[in-house]
């Protein structure tokens, strides 16, 4: 009995050494960090959308888009992840007080991810794939000047018309991180990011809605677009703090 519980223990010991040593080369093999892009695009494909507000008197939104991406990077020597998140914005500058002018901004969540190509002591060369889920809105203002009876008696003609479609986007292209020897104290490595892709809407023609309401002859958004992307991404040391130190000379 003694001897089967002592060879018991010890395959137990063993099968949680090897599990041990297991996760901690999967650790070594994958390392995180945190990235910030900025992606630049153009949704030229709205044209039809573009007359028919121009047609009631409401400046379109521009065909330029731009996107702030905050991402969560995973890679090894041979595959990369990134978890993202979206916040994109479309340009309307006017300096007319009481022109309506429409404003296109979505916000959304997505992934992306795929092999590397070259991985060596200065670049890696990328192949991104992945798709986002995203939520777009059109609000229709103006910077009108009225009196505070006016307001009062019809508030609602001056309040913005906010209109809403959502899509789920698959992207894919090509990309390039050139690995830069910056803030050694506090991080890894450090790279230079860009990217280049194709962006696909995989729903079709979605249609505007509102507050209980959907629009029924309102173009629908147009999404295909090629896209850049231009960032930075970070791969923190363990135990670095930048504030290290600060209370140490007493």
């Given at each position: 009995?003694?001897n ?13 050494t090897?599990v ?17 892009y ?45 978890g993202?998140i ?27 991810g795929?092999?590397?190509l070259?991985n ?20 229709i203002?103006?910077?009108q ?9 019809n ?31 506090w ?64």
């Amino acid at each position: 009995m003694k001897n089967k519980l002592l060879f018991s223990a010890i395959l137990a010991m063993s099968i949680f050494t090897n599990v041990q040593a297991q996760t901690d080369s999967t650790v070594r093999m994958f390392k995180s960090g945190m990235a910030i892009y900025a992606e630049f695009g153009l949704l030229p494909n709205n044209k039809t959308m573009r007359e028919q507000l121009d047609r009631l008197q409401i400046k379109p939104f521009t065909s330029f888009m731009g996107s702030i991406v905050l991402a969560k990077r995973t890679e090894s020597q041979r595959w990369f992840t990134e978890g993202r998140i979206i916040i994109m914005n479309s340009t309307n500058y006017t300096t007319d007080k009481d022109l309506r002018k429409a404003y296109l901004n979505g916000i959304g969540i997505g992934t992306d991810g795929g092999p590397k190509l070259v991985n060596n002591r200065r670049w890696n060369v990328l192949v991104p794939i992945g798709f986002d889920l995203m939520l777009y809105q059109l609000k229709i203002k103006s910077n009108q000047t009225a009196t505070i009876g006016q307001v009062t008696q019809n508030p609602q003609s001056y309040q913005p018309v906010r209109l809403r479609t959502g899509n789920i986007n698959f992207h894919a292209g090509i990309g390039a991180d050139y690995k830069m020897n910056v803030l050694p104290k506090w991080h890894d490595q450090v790279y230079l990011s860009g990217k280049a892709s194709y962006h696909l809407p995989l729903l079709g023609r979605r249609k505007w809605k509102g507050e209980d309401v959907t629009i029924s002859d309102l173009s629908s958004l147009k999404l295909n677009q090629v896209y850049l992307q231009l960032g930075l991404v970070f791969f923190p040391k363990k135990d670095a703090k930048m504030w290290n130190g600060m209370g140490k000379h007493h």
